[in-house]
């Protein structure tokens, strides 16, 4: 018997960053978009103690195998948790750019616990796998839920989001990741010492339930785009191709380097897309649709 999690990957729509917490994370206020970008995590039995991970796909070269892997930790976490003693190896199929601010390792530490839980009958609730996710990392609560939602404390306690619409995104890859870890460093270092506490931008909620992408392009906001840009200043360029090809909104996903653009309608993104692909700007392009649901169990 084997188990597979289809899992998407997360865009901030909206990423208001405050002060750096006790714990080394900082407050959050952010609002999460699932798109129609997905990454397959497959699991086969295997023996006591044995956990592994491969991993095929975009960036499958760079993704770690050890328990520097998301996944394998979250299939030990749930091993753990419910005295399980087989094994696991784990497949990866990767759609998913790693280390682009999409949450591509936080949703195959999603798809890693619903693929495991299926795997071994243990019956985690909904809520277990919530818990279970917040321990793991920062997204990967979102990266079971999907849809829409807020996103506060240091990201990992979410909240629906009153919305309407399905929106067409343009996303541009660079042709290196960013680290997270060094992403909030710059950003501690060029915001200074007085950081407020972040709140939802309330422009963004009012689009967000008109369904007008207009709106929602207007109000896309991240406060880590800056930091982003400074390590990666090729970004400046790939945005300005998608301004100038209309974009509803143009922007910095997490932590960066994707950028994300938003169309008006299909024609709209492949306009955007094709201007980006033929821009020398950025390594690859892909389009997207969102809102999609969490995590999921696939057949075959
Ligand atoms: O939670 P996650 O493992 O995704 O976070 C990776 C790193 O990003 C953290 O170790 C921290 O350096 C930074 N981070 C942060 N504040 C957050 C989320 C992440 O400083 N709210």
Redesign the pocket.
């Known amino acids: 018997m084997t188990a597979t999690a289809r899992t998407p990957a997360k865009i901030n729509l909206a990423l208001k960053?405050g002060p750096?917490?006790p714990d080394?994370?900082?407050?959050?206020a952010t609002v999460y978009q699932a798109v129609s970008l997905y990454d397959e995590v497959r699991a086969h039995p295997a023996a006591r103690g044995q956990f592994t991970v491969a991993v095929t796909g975009e960036g499958a070269g760079v993704v770690p195998l050890d328990d520097g892997n998301?996944a394998i930790r979250a299939a030990k976490l749930l091993a753990k948790k419910y005295g399980v003693t087989e094994g696991v190896d784990l497949h990866i199929n990767k759609t998913i750019a790693v280390a682009g601010g999409l949450?591509g390792?936080?949703t195959d530490a999603a798809g890693a616990l619903v693929a495991c839980n299926e795997l071994w009958g243990v019956g985690a609730s909904r809520e277990d796998l919530l818990g279970f996710a917040a321990l793991?990392?920062?997204?990967?609560p979102f990266c079971l839920v999907g849809g829409n939602a807020i996103g506060t404390?240091?990201?990992?306690i979410t909240s629906p989001v009153l919305a309407r619409g399905s929106y067409e995104w343009v996303l541009a890859y660079s042709d290196r990741g960013l680290s997270?870890?060094s992403?909030?460093?710059t950003?501690e270092e060029l915001s200074g010492d007085v950081v407020d506490e972040p709140e939802v931008p309330a422009d963004l909620m009012t689009a967000l339930r008109s369904g007008d992408p207009y709106q929602v392009g207007q109000c896309l906001t991240n406060d880590l785009a800056e930091s982003a840009i400074r390590l990666c200043p090729s970004i400046n360029q790939t945005l300005e191709v998608g301004e100038e090809c209309g974009a509803l909104g143009a922007i910095v996903s997490g932590?960066g380097p994707t950028c994300i653009f938003l169309a008006g309608d299909d024609a709209h993104a492949i306009d955007i897309a094709v201007a980006l692909a033929s821009s020398g700007t950025c390594r690859t392009v892909q389009r997207a649709t969102g809102p999609v649901g969490g995590a999921r169990l696939i057949t075959g």
Not at 24 to 28: K, P, Q, R
Not at 136 to 140: C, K, N, P, Y
Not at 153 to 156: L, Q, S
């Open positions: 960053v750096l917490r080394g994370f900082h407050s959050l998301l949450a390792g936080s793991l990392g920062s997204d990967v404390g240091r990201g990992e997270t870890p992403v909030f460093a950003f932590s």
